[in-house]
């Protein structure tokens, strides 16, 4: 759940208010947050420090992409999104810390499709208490949106999350 809700769901609210480029950058800030808590937990070895450096050059080459566009309209981009969009990334590290602990099915076709399914019902349940189904309006859709989405679907979910599985 943590990973389509917390990360998928809080990505695809804050990309009203922070540039996708940008939301991009801050994401792949997982990579640190897995390393955290990889070295938290103590179930693995401490960090060597060669990680330490890749993460840490990592993390200047975000800032130096990010900060000025901060820096250059301090209004135009939506410091409450950068951090929720910080929490979807730690939401997408919990849930793949978790996923190395628990029991997983064998196949991976299998284990994307529940995690997909369940995180798309627990998104449908967030989307009508918030009231986000309210504004869906059916007669807007184009045929090249269907489409936009169903190419998301097929290359973007199914084969990549197969892939990351």
Not at 23 to 44: C, E, K, P, Q
Request: proline share 4%.
């Amino acid at each position: 759940m943590e990973l389509r809700v917390g990360n998928n769901g809080l990505l695809t609210w804050t990309e009203r208010f922070v540039p996708s480029g940008m939301a991009a950058l801050l994401l792949s800030t997982v990579h640190l947050w897995m390393i955290l808590f990889d070295w938290w937990s103590g179930s693995r070895l401490r960090p060597t420090a060669g990680m330490m450096l890749g993460l840490g050059l990592g993390l200047i080459g975000i800032a130096l992409l990010v900060l000025p566009s901060l820096q250059a309209d301090p209004g135009s981009v939506d410091r409450l999104g950068v951090f929720v969009l910080l929490l979807a990334a730690l939401s997408w590290a919990v849930g793949a810390m978790y996923s190395r602990q628990t029991d997983v099915p064998r196949s991976p076709l299998l284990g994307t499709a529940l995690q997909m399914m369940t995180g798309g019902l627990w998104l449908l349940l967030v989307s009508l208490f918030t009231g986000e189904v309210d504004q869906l309006r059916l007669d807007s859709i184009s045929l090249r949106s269907v489409l936009a989405v169903g190419y998301l679907i097929l290359f973007g979910q199914l084969v990549g999350f197969t892939c990351y599985v």
